[in-house]
Structures are given as structure tokens and as C-alpha cells.
T-cell receptor, first 117, second 111 residues
């Protein structure tokens, strides 16, 4: 158990809908990262927040948005869903804000499996 | 777009065998990480390498970062069923905005 929690575990919805994925980081971690994992593209970094502020942005679509709240939990909002958005969505947390992998250990949650029908 | 290619994509071996998986790119990375992911769970960090030519060992796992920092390998000695999982490499160049993950090598160790 990494200490990172994600809800829901599974989500099935229809094209055009909007969903919200929730992540609670490990106690004391200020950074939250969101990733999308699909079979054909592997794990893709979407966005990072540190202590409530956006820190880095990766391959995140304009239809997707995220935020980190004062209690440090984070939400990833996916709108106008398409079939291709079906994937595993992971949240990870770390205590540091430092950009880059070196010396930064991230702890991943169990993921939310999103299925768009 | 930086690309990290992992090979082989699938590997099924008998318990006790040795194996090596590779992570290759045409780009230079300032650091590289290896993760193991089990079904239904998130990836777990195994190691970070930052110096060209660096070798790190974690019990039966040996990680090497290429001299030119464009490639890396993971060697497992005497594989055990508990090593089964998806092995991912991730390379960083220019901060977190430029982190690239490979698709992974799915390893199955048969008892």
C-alpha cells in the first residue's frame, strides 16, 4: 500500500460525458502527479501540482483539467469524453516539488480504470 | 517527441533463468528510472540512475545507465515468480515537463 488513494476504482460512462477522478496523496506529500496509461501509448504524464499550484504540464488535452485543493487532495476532470479516453488513470505523490525524476520518488495510487462506451 | 523503446515487449521464462530487458532512445536523458507494475496496481519505483555508465544493484536486479545516457538495461539473475510484472523505464530531459515512459516489458516467470 503506497498510501495514495484514488476513487473510484472503476468508472464506466458514455461518450460526451464528464467525470471527476479523485486522489488523496500520502500524508505530508505536497506534490501530486496525474498519469494516463493505455495499452498502445504506455504511461503518459499529464500534469503536476505542488501545494495547490500547477507545477508542470505534460500531454494533457484541453478537455482535461485538474486542481489541487488546500487539503492537498486533487481532482482530475475529464469532459466531452471520447472512446479513446478509455484508460487507467494514476495519481502519484511525492514530498518534493523539484522538477525532474532525479532524486524524486513518486508513490503511485492503485489507479482508476475509465471505460468510455 | 522523445521516444523510449523497451524490448522485448513480452518475456516468459522459467524460474531460475537470467534475463535482460532494454530501454533505448536516440535522445540523451539527464536521469532514468525503472519501475515495476503489477496487475491492478500502480508502478513502484525500483531505481533512479543519473550518471552515464552508472551501475546499481538491488538484490538480484542490476541496472545500468549507458555511457551516453541514451539507454539502460535491467538484468535479473535467477528470476523468481515474484519478479512477474510490467517493467517500465522513464527518462527525463529538461525537467518534469519532459518525462517519457516506455510502454514496458511484460515479464512472466513460470514456477
Amino acid at each position: 500500500d503506497s498510501g495514495v488513494t484514488q476513487t473510484p476504482k472503476h468508472l464506466i460512462t458514455a461518450t460526451g460525458q464528464r467525470v471527476t477522478l479523485r486522489c488523496s496523496p500520502r500524508s505530508g506529500d505536497l506534490s501530486v502527479y496525474w498519469y494516463q496509461q493505455s495499452l498502445d501509448q504506455g504511461l503518459q504524464f499529464l500534469i503536476q501540482y505542488y501545494n495547490g499550484e500547477e507545477r508542470a504540464k505534460g500531454n494533457i488535452l484541453e478537455r482535461f483539467s485538474a486542481q489541487q485543493f488546500p487539503d492537498l487532495h486533487s481532482e482530475l476532470n475529464l469532459s466531452s469524453l471520447e472512446l479513446g479516453d478509455s484508460a487507467l488513470y494514476f495519481c502519484a505523490s511525492s514530498p518534493l516539488s523539484r522538477g525532474g525524476l532525479a532524486g524524486v520518488e513518486q508513490f503511485f495510487g492503485p489507479g482508476t480504470r475509465l471505460t468510455v462506451l | 517527441t522523445q521516444l523510449l523503446e523497451q524490448s522485448p515487449q513480452f518475456l516468459s521464462i522459467q524460474e531460475g533463468e537470467n534475463l535482460t530487458v532494454y530501454c533505448n532512445s536516440s535522445s540523451v536523458f539527464s536521469s532514468l528510472q525503472w519501475y515495476r507494475q503489477e496487475p491492478g496496481e500502480g508502478p513502484v519505483l525500483l531505481v533512479t540512475v543519473v550518471t552515464g555508465g552508472e551501475v546499481k544493484k538491488l538484490k538480484r536486479l542490476t541496472f545500468q545507465f549507458g555511457d551516453a545516457r541514451k539507454d539502460s538495461s535491467l538484468h535479473i539473475t535467477a528470476a523468481q515468480p515474484g519478479d512477474t510484472g510490467l517493467y517500465l523505464c522513464a527518462g527525463e530531459s529538461g525537467g518534469y515537463q519532459k518525462v517519457t515512459f516506455g510502454i514496458g516489458t511484460k515479464l512472466q516467470v513460470i514456477p
